[in-house]
């Protein structure tokens, strides 16, 4: 909303429609007076500003509240603002894979993973730092793409973040992995879950990446399932959840023992 200043007295009373000269200006959203030659004026009809043409009888919705924002923040014309929120409103709109598809990969994927585990003593390796009584990850991994046991695998399509409106760019998770409660006295958990993203964004998801990559992904996740059921010295991938570089440099260690070529 436009602020008051000490130069302009008809800004003084706030609640004055268009600075009390409605002749000569005007306020089509309620929200910010505007000259007639002020970019808030859209050169052509815009579906969701009011009278714009909106829902049929409804005489048109709000605008958008975030093109506004930018508006009122930036000084950027609505043209700008709404390319802007049309970015964000198509990432955060991106369509789910075939959920049939994606299940077939995960499947193929963990396959590749547990001939990693079993053929290379360094992949498995990863996930033995606990000892004896830490169990074996090809035995996990097992139970855990069999459904059987340790953690439950799901699929959702997951919204991207830190998106930059100006530039398109964005950041998605591949997979999470999240603890079951209750935790115990020692901070472990019962079970864990694993979600796989079934969005459309490539390059982050597993109908877009290949084979490797995807069964990287779950020999990562498989290090947080040790890291909440086993505890954190169980394994040798780190808690990353509030860190994308971190995130980062498990994918790379991973990638790098268990797929070295």
Not at 53 to 73: D, F, I, K, M, R
Not at 239 to 261: I, R
């Amino acid at each position: 909303m436009a602020s008051s200043g000490p130069a302009d007295p008809g800004s003084w009373n706030r609640y004055a429609y268009t600075r009390g000269d409605p002749v000569n200006r005007h306020d089509p959203r309620g929200l910010d007076d505007c000259p007639p030659d002020d970019p808030c004026t859209d050169p052509e009809p815009d579906p969701g500003d009011p009278g714009g043409g909106g829902s049929p009888g409804g005489g048109g919705s709000a605008p958008v509240p975030e093109a506004q924002l930018c508006h009122n923040l930036y000084g950027k014309a609505y043209a700008a603002c709404r390319a802007q929120q049309a970015t964000v409103n198509r990432l955060m709109s991106a369509p789910p894979v075939s959920l049939d598809y994606v299940t077939n990969l995960t499947q193929t994927a963990g396959k590749l993973a547990l001939l990693a585990l079993q053929n290379n003593p360094d992949c498995a390796s990863l996930f033995e730092s606990g000892g004896a009584d830490v169990p074996n990850p090809l035995v996990v991994l097992a139970a855990i793409m069999g459904g059987t046991g340790y953690a439950n695998i799901q699929y959702a399509s997951m919204a991207p973040y830190d998106i930059n409106p100006t530039t398109g760019s964005y950041k998605i998770n591949n997979a999470t992995t999240t603890p079951v409660l209750p935790v115990s006295a020692n901070g472990t958990f019962p079970s864990a879950t694993i979600t796989i993203n079934t969005s459309s964004l490539a390059p982050h998801n597993f109908s877009t990446t290949s084979l490797v990559a995807d069964a990287v992904t779950l020999l990562h996740e498989l290090g947080h399932v040790y890291e909440f059921l086993f505890g954190a010295d169980s394994t040798a991938i780190l808690d990353d959840q509030t860190s994308a570089a971190t995130s980062g440099d498990n994918t790379t260690l991973v990638k790098s023992t268990c797929f070295p070529q």
